[in-house]
């Protein structure tokens, strides 16, 4: 059965030793997907087709625009071509578009409150550095096409609950947090979410919106990633590369070793 995350073109391959090679290469797929509440369009967004449902679930919840699984009546999907040209535009969701179409950031305040403290959501610093192997070992699309993000949720003993891949990493948070909303998981209070690639705000308030406490990323997160992170009491932590890593924001959730 073809994955329908992945294509296989044929390219040409210029090796080490200068040989060229003409041969088959595994590809990532990028396709739009349009999400709809009826008739209306919310979004378009850039995506790797699978998990769609899970993607506009999780879509709805980070925009505040449902908060339980009941708002829910079905999700369906249904199969459009849409013509792209450089004449039109869409209200595209995008990993770099920094607050994207949003009025600000106090009305994102308003819609999703800080983060509960609770001295019992603690990750001991051994459980977070084998947080990325973790992940990688999950990442089957990776494996073959070098060119797709990943997120993960995992619970504090380092347990891995959800892993989703997509070309955005927006949208792997998306497919992750939906895949819990649609299970009636949230909120994720106990959890932390990992993203390969950088935090942006936008990763961070998508965190938020699930209640989810910690959220780290392989490299570096943004200025706003990190005062968001401050101003919402979640712990915020880049640079994930076993043995080291940085902390950001509410360094209480990670239990440090002394030296």
């Not at 505040?64 to 040209?85: H, Y």
């Not at 800080?114 to 084998?130: C, N, Q």
């Not at 895949?179 to 308030?205: C, K, M, N, T, Y």
């Amino acid at each position: 059965m073809k994955d329908t995350g992945i294509g296989s073109e044929k390219i040409i391959r210029r090796k080490r030793d200068g040989e060229l090679e003409y041969q088959p290469d595994d590809l990532t797929i990028e396709e739009p997907l349009e999400i709809r509440i009826g008739r209306k369009t919310l979004a378009t967004t850039m995506r790797t087709p699978g998990h769609d449902e899970e993607l506009a679930a999780g879509f709805l919840v980070s925009e505040a625009i449902v908060r339980e699984r009941k708002e829910i009546a079905t999700i369906s999907a249904t199969g459009v071509k849409l013509k792209l040209d450089s004449a039109q535009r869409f209200g595209t969701i995008s990993s770099s578009c920094g607050i994207c179409g949003k009025n600000s950031i106090a009305a994102i305040r308003q819609n999703f409150p800080p983060i509960a403290s609770s001295p019992e959501v603690r990750i001991a610093t051994e459980t977070l550095t084998s947080l990325p192997d973790l992940l990688r070992e999950r990442q089957g699309d990776f494996v073959r096409t070098g060119g797709i993000h990943a997120a993960g949720i995992f619970d504090l003993t380092g347990k891995p609950k959800i892993v989703r891949e997509d070309i955005g990493r927006h949208n792997a948070v998306d497919k992750a947090i939906g895949r819990a909303f649609l299970d009636g998981l949230l909120p994720l209070d106990r959890h932390i979410l990992l993203v390969s690639g950088r935090a942006s705000f936008e990763i961070v308030q998508k965190g938020l919106s699930a209640g989810i406490p910690i959220v780290a990323s392989v490299s570096a997160p943004s200025t706003l990633a990190m005062n968001f992170a401050r101003e919402s009491n979640q712990t915020l932590i880049g640079f994930l590369r076993p043995p080291s890593f940085n902390l950001y924001s509410h360094v209480e959730r990670v239990i440090l070793e002394k030296y």
